[in-house]
């Protein structure tokens, strides 16, 4: 089977955990002897052509104001006119349609589509694709894909989101499949009227199994934060959990700034409140490092990877359990609320997990593949149907 597969980023960029998804997915695929192309963003200036563990990866230019995945900040009219054109971003969508024509696969998935525009499904479906979706944020209710502002989650039933999302709602009746990352996400796209005749599903992500050694225990419990030091990921209430327990625990936070003012102030905070800044650590060491985490997140985060890691290291999380990250801690008993953070309760959950067996990993990347390549074979079946009843 050919199978393009669209994401706005693709390693070697690494903004959040989409593109560690695709990526697994995209490898998963070609494993199982299936001819994938990557289609994704650079910001480059000029098309870029490679092979990655056996996936083509074309990276096309980006053709917008500014590029949008990095911290640098950007005015308010800067980014209105780059959302303006993001409504349908003519440029993007003629190279899209041009790697479309060249490849002719059998199956387009278009993922997080922030700089391509949903304009691609246009010509997806005017050439007579079939289209996968998997919603990987709140993109299509909102531009800022997170549903979270000025410290808030956004009803989706809003009128300002009902406004926003009327066109891209419009659009999606194009899809053939909907996938969503949880059941959460899932739900919440086909409850709003998003694409009303698609084989709606949910799939989580794939997953490896973190390496974790087994810490020695010390006097001082050592409990971690780990993403962007923004209030929508919680670094303001680790901040006060630090300032809080720092006579009795070590609070160390693994990351980066994001692109507004408020991130630096955030992180100014935290070194006050005895918070320890190493800034990017890969999650297999900042594992190691930690006895506990704390990710006081407040957006409803549709799946949530670092909860997933840390469930599958049997490395005690307290977060918010909304969103995709509810189920989660369904599967896992050490995925808790972030109201039950205590050092008491840490040692308590990491005795718990001492006398534990091992953890089953309900992420697989294979069995993450075939649950996709189901799907698009059962929309290449009713197509061969329909082309067997002519």
């Known amino acids: 089977m050919k199978i393009m597969i669209l994401n706005s980023l693709y390693y070697p960029y690494k903004f959040g955990g989409a593109e560690v998804s695709v990526q697994l997915l995209a490898e998963e695929l070609v494993k199982k002897n299936h001819e994938v192309r990557v289609v994704t963003l650079n910001d480059e200036g000029s098309i870029k052509k490679e092979v990655l563990n056996g996936v083509k990866v074309i990276s ?107 066109y891209k709602k419009n659009k999606s009746q194009k899809i053939d499949a909907f996938v969503g990352i949880s059941q959460h996400i899932s739900l919440m796209h086909k409850n709003n009227g998003f694409a009303k005749k698609a084989l709606f599903a949910h799939i989580y992500n794939p997953v490896d199994k973190p390496d974790k050694v087994k810490r020695e225990k010390t006097k001082i419990i050592t409990v971690g934060f780990i993403g962007r030091f923004t209030t929508e990921k919680g670094f303001d209430i680790f901040s006060e959990y630090a300032k809080k327990y720092q006579d009795c625990i070590k609070f160390i936070a693994a990351g980066k700034a994001s692109s507004s003012k408020e991130s630096n102030l955030l992180i100014t905070d935290a070194k006050l409140s005895g918070v320890e800044i190493q800034g990017y650590v890969p999650i297999e060491d900042f594992l190691n490092e930690v006895d506990a985490i704390l990710l006081p997140t ?31 801690a369904e599967m896992f008993p050490w995925v808790l609320s972030v109201d039950e953070f205590s050092p008491g309760k840490i040692k308590t959950i990491l005795e718990y997990l001492n006398s534990e067996k091992e953890v089953e990993n309900p992420f697989n990347k294979e069995e993450h593949a075939g649950y996709y390549i189901n799907i698009y074979n059962k929309l290449l079946d009713v197509e061969n149907e329909k082309h067997d009843g002519v």
């Open 60 to 166: 096309l230019p980006l053709k917008n104001r500014y590029w949008p995945f990095s911290s640098e900040a950007h005015s308010r009219i800067q980014k209105l006119f780059w959302h303006l054109k993001d409504v349908y971003n003519a440029d993007m969508v003629s190279m899209v349609h041009n790697e479309i024509t060249n490849f002719s696969p059998d199956i387009i998935h278009t993922n997080n589509l922030a700089g391509f525009s949903i304009g691609v499904w246009d010509v997806v479906k005017r050439d007579n694709y079939k289209l996968v979706h998997t919603a990987r944020d709140y993109y299509l209710f909102h531009p800022n894909s997170t549903l979270f502002k000025n410290g808030v989650n956004i009803d989706p039933d809003s009128k300002i989101v009902k406004l926003l999302s009327f």
């Open 298 to 328: 407040k957006w409803h985060e549709p799946f949530g990877r670092v909860v997933a890691e840390a469930a599958l290291s049997r490395t005690p999380i307290f977060t918010n359990l909304t969103g995709g990250v509810k189920e989660i």
